[in-house]
């Protein structure tokens, strides 16, 4: 069935560095995929999204590419800020959106 | 305005009772839904409403029950509360080629 992996948190960094989060999926047909991120004590709000191979999301300085051929959509972010701690989640959607497939969320700590 | 709200927020109840969450969404949106989300940030989508329609009904204790009275309002009636529901639950909406809103969760814990 479809699914989506994404990479175990922790992740700590200091403030300024290189972010990565790993998403992978597995889906027939065409996907879209999203980010979304979850703020302490608030709901998950969309971060970014793609909806065909090799498009970009992008938003407050985060980057995802859609990449059909290894099946990925990692989450990147060239200098994180501490206001970028959070949880976040890789999903793809299916059939005009109405089911969502969300991953075991990612906690990200940034460190000043 | 709050595009997706629930109430309560905070929801504190002792076994064996018989409690609701309520869920509004002022967007206009079609379809409705309700997930679970455990202490490890698990997020398990429970229900999905399509114009008051139910379409999606993932395995769950028939203790849970939504209902949709119209497009703008999904509830979850939940009866005989076990330690195991104690959860945050979020409540979402979407339209056709559109993401996710979801609201800003309630936190059920039953002692």
């Known amino acids: 069935g479809d699914s989506v992996t994404q990479m175990e948190g922790p992740v700590t960094l200091s403030e300024e560095a290189f972010l990565t989060i790993n998403c992978t999926y597995t889906?027939?047909?065409?996907?879209?995929l999203f980010w979304y991120v979850q703020y302490p004590g608030e709901g998950l709000q969309l971060l970014l999204k793609?909806?065909?191979?090799?498009d970009k999301g992008s938003n407050k300085g985060f980057e995802a590419t859609y990449r059909k051929e290894t099946t990925s959509f990692h989450l990147e972010k060239g200098s994180v800020q501490v206001s970028d701690s959070a949880v976040y989640f890789c999903?793809?959607?299916?059939?005009?959106?109405?089911?969502?497939?969300f991953g075991s969320g990612t906690k990200l700590n940034v460190k000043p | 305005d709050t595009a997706v709200s629930q109430t309560p927020k905070y929801l504190v109840t002792q076994m064996g009772n018989d409690k609701s969450i309520k869920c509004e969404q002022n967007l206009g949106h079609d379809t409705m839904y309700w997930y679970k989300q455990d202490s490890k940030k698990f997020l398990k989508i429970m229900f999905s409403?399509?114009?008051?329609?139910?379409?999606i009904n993932e395995t769950v204790p028939n203790r849970f029950s939504p209902k949709s009275p119209d497009k703008a309002h999904l509830n979850l009636h939940i009866n005989s509360l076990e330690l195991g529901d104690s959860a945050v639950y979020f409540c979402?909406?979407?339209?056709?080629?559109?993401?996710?809103?979801f609201g800003p969760g309630t936190r059920l814990t039953v002692l």
């Open positions: 999903a793809l959607s299916k059939y005009n959106f109405n089911k969502f497939y």
């Open positions: 793609a909806t065909k191979a090799d």
């Open positions: 979402a909406s979407s339209q056709a080629e559109s993401e996710q809103f």
């Open positions: 889906a027939t047909g065409y996907p879209s």
């Open positions: 409403y399509n114009n008051k329609e139910l379409i």
